[in-house]
C-alpha cells in the first residue's frame, strides 16, 4: 500500500487481527486503512515534539489504579474504537493512517501533558493512555479525533474499568458504548466531506492578531493551571449579563490579553488585533456519528486601535459577533473552503513532500497568524450514578501552540466549574489575569498548576 488515492477515501472493512496486551488471538472489525479528514489533514506537517497535536482528558479516582484491571478494560475499548488505535504513514501525495501495529499498553504518566510525542515517528500509535497513581488520562492527537470522540472513548473506558471492579454502570448514556457492538463505519466517516457544499463563499478573513509575548519553557514542559469553582455562582454571573458561559469566559479571556497588549512593548503591540477562537462542535448542526473530527471555529475579537474598552463592553462585542457568527451556513463556509483545497485535481498530483511546505505556510496564514488564543467550551462532562461515585475530578489540557502559547478552556462535572489555562509561555502571565478577573467578578477559584519547568 503505497499511497491513498483521494483525501477523501472511505474504507471497507476487513478482517484483522488486534493484537491486545500481548494476546493476537482477539479479533476485531477494523479498517484496512483510511485518509484523515479534512481538519487533520495539515496536522502531520505542522506537529512534531512539542506542538504534539496532543490534548488530554483525565480522570481522578478515589483509589489507586489497579493496573491489570485498567489494562483489560483498554483493551476492550480498543476493540469497540479500532479506528482510533492507528499510526500515520507517508503516501507518496497523502498521508494516511492504518492499524496500530502493536498493542495499545498502559504508560507510566509523566509530569508534563502532551509533551514526548511526536505523531510523524513510524510505529506512534496516535492516542496514548497513562496512568500515576488514582489519576487516569487519555492523550489523543487531532489527527484523529476532536474532544467530542475523545470523551466517548474516555467515558467508556472508564465504565469499564469501574465495571470490571464490581460496580454497577446504568446503560443510557449515548457517550459510553457498548462494547458487545460492533464498530459501526459511520463512526469514522469524514464527516467534512459529506456536508461539503462546493457553491458557497469562502469565509474571509481579519487581521494578523496580537500573541502572548515572552519566552517559552523549556523543551518538554507544558503548563496547565486550573481553576476550579462552584458552577452555579458562575452561570448565575454569565446570565446576569446576558450571557452563555463561553460568551463570558471569551471576554474574561480577551479582557486579560488587553491587559498584556496594554503592557506588551511595542514590537509585540504591532499587532493590534485580539482575537479569540471558539471552536463549535459542528454535530449541533450536521446529524454524523462520526468520532473523529467535525470542529469549526468562530473568531471574535477587538482592534486596540479603538482604544482600550471595560468588561462590560467586551462582553457585548462578544455576545453580538458569536451569536452573528455561530451560524450554520456561516461556518459551512469553512468546509466549503478546506475541502476544496483537497478535491482540486492538481492539487491531488502535487507530492506530498510539496504539500507539507504549503501545508505549514496555510497553517499560519489561515489559522494561527489571526488568533490570539483559543477559549473552549467542553459543556458538562457527566458519568452514570456508578461510576460518578468512584470519580473525583476530570480535567483536560489543550493541544499545545508555540504560537497562541496560552489557551483556556472550561467545562463542568459534578457541581463544579473547571477554568483551565493550558501554556507553553515561561510566565504565567495570563493565567494571573484571567483568576484575578474572575476573583473581581465574585468568582474566586482554588487554583492548581503542574507540568511547568522550574523557575531559573
Not at 96 to 109: C, G, K, W
Not at 291 to 300: D, E, G, K
Request: charged residues 25%.
Amino acid at each position: 500500500m503505497s499511497d491513498v488515492p483521494a483525501p477523501r477515501f472511505v474504507p471497507t472493512l476487513e478482517r484483522t487481527t488486534l493484537g491486545l496486551s500481548g494476546d493476537r488471538s482477539a479479533r476485531d472489525e477494523r479498517p484496512a486503512f483510511y485518509a484523515l479528514d479534512n481538519a487533520a489533514t495539515i496536522m502531520p506537517a505542522t506537529s512534531g515534539d512539542t506542538c504534539t497535536s496532543l490534548f488530554r482528558l483525565s480522570v481522578d479516582l478515589d483509589e489507586e489504579l489497579d493496573r491489570d484491571r485498567l489494562q483489560a478494560a483498554l483493551d476492550a475499548t480498543v476493540a469497540r474504537f479500532p479506528y482510533l488505535a492507528v499510526e500515520l504513514r507517508r503516501g507518496f501525495f497523502w498521508y494516511y493512517l492504518v492499524p496500530a501495529t502493536r498493542p495499545v499498553l498502559v504508560e507510566d504518566d509523566a509530569p508534563s501533558p502532551c509533551q514526548g510525542f511526536d505523531p510523524n515517528h513510524r510505529g506512534t500509535c496516535l492516542f496514548r493512555v497513562r496512568a500515576r497513581g488514582a489519576r487516569l488520562a487519555g492523550e489523543f492527537s487531532h489527527i484523529v479525533a476532536d474532544g467530542k470522540g475523545a470523551i466517548r472513548f474516555m467515558k467508556t473506558l472508564v465504565a469499564e474499568y469501574c465495571r470490571l471492579g464490581g460496580v454497577p454502570v446504568e446503560a443510557g448514556d449515548p457517550d459510553i458504548y457498548d462494547l458487545a457492538d460492533r464498530p459501526s463505519p459511520a463512526e469514522w466517516e469524514d464527516a467534512y466531506d459529506r456536508h461539503y457544499e462546493p457553491s458557497l463563499p469562502v469565509p474571509v478573513m481579519g487581521r494578523k492578531a496580537f500573541h502572548v509575548d515572552g519566552a517559552l519553557l523549556d523543551t518538554g514542559h507544558y503548563r496547565v493551571t486550573t481553576g476550579r469553582l462552584p458552577l452555579a455562582p458562575a452561570l448565575a454571573a454569565a446570565k446576569s449579563r446576558g450571557a452563555t458561559l463561553t460568551e463570558f469566559f471569551t471576554a474574561v479571556y480577551l479582557d486579560s490579553l488587553q491587559e498584556l497588549w496594554l503592557e506588551a512593548p511595542a514590537a509585540a503591540r504591532r499587532h493590534t488585533q485580539l482575537a479569540a477562537e471558539i471552536p463549535v462542535d459542528m454535530r449541533r448542526h450536521y446529524p454524523t456519528a462520526s468520532n473523529r473530527n467535525f470542529t469549526l471555529f468562530i473568531i471574535v475579537g477587538q482592534d486596540m486601535r479603538l482604544g482600550p474598552r471595560d468588561f462590560p463592553a467586551i462582553l457585548e462585542r462578544v455576545k453580538l459577533q458569536s451569536r452573528l457568527e455561530n451560524d450554520a451556513r456561516e461556518l459551512a463556509r469553512q468546509i466549503s473552503r478546506n475541502v476544496n483545497g483537497t478535491r482540486h485535481p492538481l492539487i491531488n498530483l502535487i507530492p506530498l513532500r510539496a504539500k507539507d511546505f504549503a501545508a505549514r505556510i496555510l497553517a499560519a496564514a489561515l489559522g494561527e497568524d489571526y488568533v490570539s488564543g483559543v477559549v473552549m467550551n467542553l459543556g458538562p462532562v457527566d458519568f452514570p450514578e456508578g461510576p460518578a461515585g468512584r470519580i473525583r475530578r476530570f480535567d483536560l489540557a489543550q493541544a499545545p501552540s508555540t504560537k497562541t502559547k496560552a489557551n483556556l478552556a472550561i467545562h463542568s462535572h459534578a457541581g463544579e466549574l473547571y477554568v483551565t489555562v493550558s501554556s507553553l509561555a515561561r510566565e504565567p502571565e495570563l493565567e494571573d489575569c484571567v483568576f484575578r478577573r474572575l476573583a473581581a467578578l465574585g468568582l474566586p477559584a482554588r487554583l492548581d498548576s503542574y507540568g511547568g519547568a522550574p523557575a531559573d
